[in-house]
T-cell receptor, first 116, second 109 residues
Framework: GAVVSQHPSRVICKSGTSVKIECRSL??????MFWYRQFPKKSLMLMAT?????????EQGVEKDKFLINHASLTLSTLTVTSAHPEDSSFYIC????????????FGPGTRLTVT | AQRVTQPEKLLSVFKGAPVELKCNYS??????LFWYVQYSRQRLQLLLR??SRESIKGFTADLNKGETSFHLKKPFAQEEDSAMYYC???????????FGKGTLLTVNP
């Protein structure tokens, strides 16, 4: 149990366009979901914390108007990268905290975004 | 502010040798610490959490509050242990995790 999926796994888009990434908890309800960005050979950088039905909380330095997060249900969160630029190219990973499991997070497989 | 330090970016050992991946933290409250592992081309997954006090895949980690450490240990490393290991510290009631920069463990045959 505790599987998190992400879609798409890989996306290429043109500069200036927007792209949406979905994160789903398949077999549990996620009280909180998180979005991370992972740079090559570097650690995960938390971008924002998302709670169902409320506005996401963004980390310092993360532009909330550029990285739109919607948490529509206890099993789905979406990240939309608006007006993408090549510097937004990265590996985006979501995770979900399971109700009753405290701080334990379950991670999605990640989405490779390439902006041309 | 809380911080997690993994001093070694790379660690290489031979199969059968003991391995220790270091993790130090700074946090003013009562810490909850985790080790996550990422095998090649796989997603990040939880290896163990300090409150469970369990051994997973032969790995153990003990929280040392005096030294503010949570080092991961295994007495006899296996080749399949080769992976990226991240130490993480949980913060407050919003379930945020702060990750260390990770240590890439390579176990040579």
């Amino acid at each position: 149990g505790a599987v998190v999926s992400q879609h798409p796994s890989r996306v290429i888009c043109k500069s200036g366009t927007s792209v949406k990434i979905e994160c789903r908890s398949l077999d549990f309800q996620a009280t909180t979901m998180f979005w991370y960005r992972q740079f090559p050979k570097k650690s995960l950088m938390l971008m924002a914390t998302s709670n169902e039905g409320s506005k996401a909380t963004y980390e310092q330095g993360v532009e909330k108007d550029k990285f739109l997060i919607n948490h529509a249900s206890l099993t789905l969160s979406t990240l939309t990268v608006t007006s993408a630029h090549p510097e937004d190219s990265s590996f985006y990973i979501c995770s979900a905290a399971r109700a009753g499991r405290g701080h334990e997070q379950y991670f999605g497989p990640g989405t490779r975004l390439t902006v041309t | 502010a809380q911080r997690v330090t993994q001093p070694e970016k790379l660690l290489s050992v031979f199969k059968g040798a003991p391995v220790e991946l270091k993790c130090n933290y700074s946090y003013s409250g009562s810490p909850e610490l985790f080790w996550y592992v990422q095998y090649s081309r796989q997603r990040l997954q939880l290896l163990l959490r300090h409150i469970s006090r369990e051994s997973i895949k032969g790995f153990t980690a003990d929280l040392n509050k005096g030294e503010t450490s949570f080092h991961l240990k295994k007495p006899f490393a296996q080749e399949e242990d080769s992976a990226m290991y991240y130490c993480a510290l949980a913060e407050g009631s919003n379930y945020k995790l702060t990750f260390g920069k990770g240590t890439l463990l390579t176990v040579n045959p």
